[in-house]
C-alpha cells in the first residue's frame, strides 16, 4: 500500500524559516532509515505558501489565488510517500519520525489509490493510459 505521509505547516515554515541544523539532521538520518527499509518511495519540503499560487474552478471559469493563505493548519509543509503493508505500519513508521516542529505538531497519512484498488471504473483503456504514463515517467528518471 502507498501513503501520502503530509507534515502540516507551522507559523515558522510558512515565515519561510528553516529548520535547525539539528532537525535537518535527525530527519536526515530518520530518511535514511526509511530509505534502508524500502518504506520511502520519495519526500520533499516545500516552500512557504506565500510563494505558491492556487487555482479555483467554478465551472468552466478558472481564477488563480496567489499566497500566502490564512490558515496555517491546513497547509502543508512537507511530505513523504511511503511503501508499507498497512496503514498501522505506516503509522509506526511515523511515530519514529522527529518532531517536526519541535512543539506540538501533526503529521497526517492518507492511503494514495493504486490502480487495482480502483474498481470497475478503471476501464481496460484507463488502465493502458495509465501505464504508458508509468513508463512515460521512469524513462526520465
Known amino acids: 500500500m502507498k501513503f501520502m505521509v503530509i507534515v502540516k505547516a507551522s507559523l515558522e515554515s510558512e515565515a ?12 536526515g538520518r530518520y530518511n535514511e532509515e526509511l530509505a534502508k ?21 467554478d465551472g468552466d471559469r478558472r481564477s488563480v ?7 496555517t493548519k491546513e497547509l502543508i509543509a512537507g511530505y513523504w510517500l511511503f ?7 505506516a503509522i509506526e513508521w511515523v511515530k519514529r519520525c522527529p518532531n ?3 512543539g506540538q505538531s ?12 480502483c474498481g470497475a471504473e478503471l476501464t ?14 521512469a524513462a526520465r528518471q
Request: charged share 20%; aromatic share 6%.
Open 65 to 71: 489565488i496567489d499566497g500566502p493563505f490564512a490558515e
Open 83 to 89: 511503501q508499507t503493508a498497512s496503514l498501522q505500519e
Open 37 to 57: 527499509a524500502g518504506v520511502m518511495l520519495g519526500g520533499e519540503g516545500l516552500y512557504a505558501s506565500s510563494q505558491g499560487a492556487r487555482v479555483r474552478f
Open 124 to 137: 481496460p483503456e484507463l488502465l493502458a493510459q495509465q501505464q504508458r504514463i508509468a513508463e512515460q515517467l
Open 16 to 27: 519561510g524559516q528553516m529548520p535547525s541544523e539539528e532537525l535537518l539532521t535527525q530527519m
Open 100 to 102: 517536526p516542529d519541535g
Open 106 to 117: 501533526e503529521i497526517e497519512i492518507r492511503r494514495v489509490y493504486e490502480s487495482h484498488t
